[in-house]
């Protein structure tokens, strides 16, 4: 009889894998960092399944307490660990049969209702990037755009698109129109996005900038814009982590006449801040680029080149419509923090095959009455910080 030695070592490893098994891992989280503070939490979600050799897990506190977690698509397994300076804390990582789910404090998906737009959103904002019909119709609008939205975990853009989008809606603003405009105009009010009916709202201009953080290459003395996005996947959605992945049609930078820039966007539940990652395929020389935010009035900017923070307060749209605070941070410096080509900005050198990593996004002081631009600028301080020194996790069983 031929032995099958190659059947024979599949099946003990999968008994050694099964003997291996556990119904759960303990995690010990440590705040080692000298300020409290509130982390997402990552740990390698295939080493946890093999731990527990089960196709699922969930996470609970030391007392049993389910907590919200999520298995990202780059097999992430996330969760939120909120402690005091030198705190520790024990988390366990439980074996079950089938994939929990929770409800989304952080989520977004593509609007082709609404011109291909992809909009996300967390707790304490929501965002926008303008896809190729915006792009077909001409419209110059090359930044990010922001959603201002009074702090809750529900979430809110579903229902500030859904009247915009709905064709119902605009039946009967034509039909208004037809019999009186200013009737029309009023019934427009009753349901825009553009007017807060205590959801939040949209006051923000983008138009032709780098709106609120895009990454730009320089170019001479311009920006060399991209336009909207050409092709796009939500890879994470929620409950802890929205991420989407973008192209955009290649165009010349610098002495290469085609370069694909393809970037990842990430938004953590609770963060301030977007993490973006950027990648010019076809680049064959470095080149500086800049991410930052145009600059709307006279109020006073902070650049920070050393810790990689720049800041920024927007008036918004409107008479009375409170101040966006914008920020844009580079955990590893910038190489340099300056005004220019009507933006405030912060750049790095980016050489060819590099990946270009900043985080941005905004706070709204309707929010937080006391924000201004010291405190909103110590608060991206921090978050640079938090990422330069996260909590150490160690696996104690």
């Known amino acids: 009889m031929k032995l099958n030695f190659a059947a024979i070592i599949s099946a003990s490893a999968c008994l050694l894998c099964s003997c291996a098994g556990r119904q759960a891992v303990t995690v010990q989280v440590t705040n080692n960092t000298g300020a409290d503070g509130d982390r ?25 307490t389910e907590i919200p977690s999520q298995i990202t698509s780059d097999s992430l397994l996330l969760f939120h660990a909120e402690l005091q300076s030198g705190a520790s804390a024990d988390f366990r990582i439980n074996a079950c049969d089938s994939a929990r789910t929770y409800a989304p404090t952080v989520s977004g998906r593509a609007y082709p209702e609404r011109a291909d737009d992809i909009a996300w959103e967390n707790e304490s904002g929501g965002y926008r990037i ?14 990010y755009d922001i959603f201002f939205k009074h702090y809750t975990e529900e979430p809110v853009l579903e229902r ?80 802890l982590r929205f991420t989407v992945a973008l192209d955009f049609a290649p165009r010349a930078i610098g002495a290469d006449s085609l370069v694909t820039e393809h970037r990842i966007i990430s938004l953590d539940s609770r963060s301030p801040l977007n993490r973006c990652r950027v990648i010019y395929e076809g680049l064959t020389a470095p080149v500086e ?32 419509n409170g101040r966006a605070y914008l920020g844009l ?21 980016v050489q060819p095959a590099d990946t270009l990593e900043y985080f941005w996004g905004f706070e709204w002081d309707r929010n937080n009455p006391r924000l201004d631009i010291d405190s909103w600028k110590a608060r991206l301080d921090a978050f640079a910080e938090a990422r330069r020194q996260p909590f150490t996790v160690s696996i104690t069983d």
């Open 130 to 143: 303008y896809g190729p019909t915006t792009q077909a119709r001409g419209e110059r609008a090359f930044g």
């Open 40 to 64: 997402i939490i990552e740990l390698d979600a295939r080493d946890m399944l093999a731990r527990l050799d089960a196709r699922h897990c969930f996470v609970t506190t030391a007392d049993g």
């Open 329 to 349: 941070v580079a955990a590893g410096g910038l190489g340099a923090a300056y005004e220019r080509y009507g933006h405030i900005l912060g750049s790095q050198t």
């Open 289 to 320: 680029v800049a991410a930052g935010f145009p600059r709307r009035d006279d109020s006073e900017a902070r650049l920070d080149a050393e810790r990689g923070v720049v800041a920024y307060s927007d008036p918004t749209q409107g008479p009375d």
């Open 160 to 239: 500030l698109y859904e009247p915009e989008t709905n064709p119902r809606t605009w039946q009967i603003v034509d039909s208004l129109r037809a019999i009186d405009p200013a009737l029309a105009d009023e019934f427009i009010k009753s349901f825009s996005y553009h007017i807060d009916h205590g959801l939040g709202m949209d006051c923000y201009a983008v138009g032709p900038t780098l709106g609120a953080g895009v990454a730009a290459p320089v170019d001479g003395d311009s920006l060399n814009f991209a336009w909207c996005y050409s092709s796009a996947e939500v890879l994470d959605n929620g409950p």
